[in-house]
C-alpha cells in the first residue's frame, strides 16, 4: 500500500503530527510527506490512502489547505482511502465563553478536510482527528505525538 501525508504548518506542530502519522503508516505501508503548496491535485489518485492536515486557522483549514482541497476534481479520488486532521487548541483548556461558542458553530479544520476528500470520491478510513496544542504557537500537548503515531496505524490496518 502507498500512502501520502499531506500537512501545512505555521509553527511546526502540524508538520511534527503529520510526520508522526507518516511514522505510524510506515510499519504497514510505503509513505511520503509533503507539504499542501508542493503537491499537484492530480497526484494524490496514485495513492491508496492519502491523509491531509492543517491547522485550525479562523475555524478552518488554512489557505493552501483550502486551495489544494478545492482543487479536486469530482471522482479523482475515487478507490483511494481517505482521512483529515488538524492541530487545535483546548476551548476547555482556554476557559473563553466566546472562543467556546464559537468552536461549537464553525468547528475545526479537521471536519472540512475530510469532507472535502470524500466529496472528491475518496473513503473515509477514520473519522477527522484533532491534535492539541496548548497555545497559538505550541507546543503540543504531551502524548499527542503518540496518538498521531497511533492513529496512523489505524489508518494502516
Given at each position: 500500500m502507498k500512502a501520502l501525508v499531506v500537512y501545512?504548518?505555521?509553527?511546526?506542530?502540524?508538520?511534527k503530527v503529520a510526520r508522526a502519522v507518516a511514522e505510524g503508516l510506515a510499519a504497514h505501508c510505503e509513505v511520503s510527506v509533503q507539504k499542501a503548496a508542493?503537491?499537484?491535485?492530480?497526484?494524490?489518485?496514485?495513492?491508496?490512502?492519502v491523509v491531509v492536515g492543517s491547522p485550525t486557522r479562523a475555524f478552518r483549514p488554512t489557505e493552501g489547505t483550502q486551495a489544494?482541497?478545492?482543487?479536486?476534481?469530482?471522482?479523482?479520488?475515487?478507490?483511494?482511502?481517505?482521512?483529515?486532521?488538524?492541530?487545535?487548541?483546548?476551548?476547555?483548556?482556554?476557559?473563553?465563553?466566546?472562543?467556546?461558542?464559537?468552536?461549537?458553530l464553525f468547528g475545526y479544520a479537521a471536519e472540512p478536510i475530510g469532507k472535502a476528500l470524500?466529496?472528491?470520491?475518496?473513503?473515509q478510513a477514520d473519522k477527522p482527528q484533532g491534535f492539541i496544542v496548548l497555545a497559538s504557537e505550541g507546543p503540543?500537548?504531551?502524548?499527542?505525538?503518540?496518538?498521531a503515531a497511533a492513529w496512523g496505524q489505524k489508518l494502516a490496518g
Open positions: 501545512e504548518s505555521y509553527f511546526g506542530n502540524t508538520e508542493e503537491v499537484r491535485p492530480e497526484e494524490l489518485k496514485n495513492f491508496d490512502l489544494l482541497l478545492k482543487a479536486l476534481l469530482a471522482g479523482l479520488l475515487k478507490g483511494v482511502k481517505v482521512a483529515g486532521f488538524d492541530t487545535r487548541m483546548d476551548v476547555k483548556a482556554v476557559n473563553n465563553v466566546i472562543l467556546t461558542v464559537f468552536a461549537g470524500v466529496k472528491a470520491g475518496g473513503t503540543l500537548r504531551e502524548g499527542e505525538l503518540e496518538r
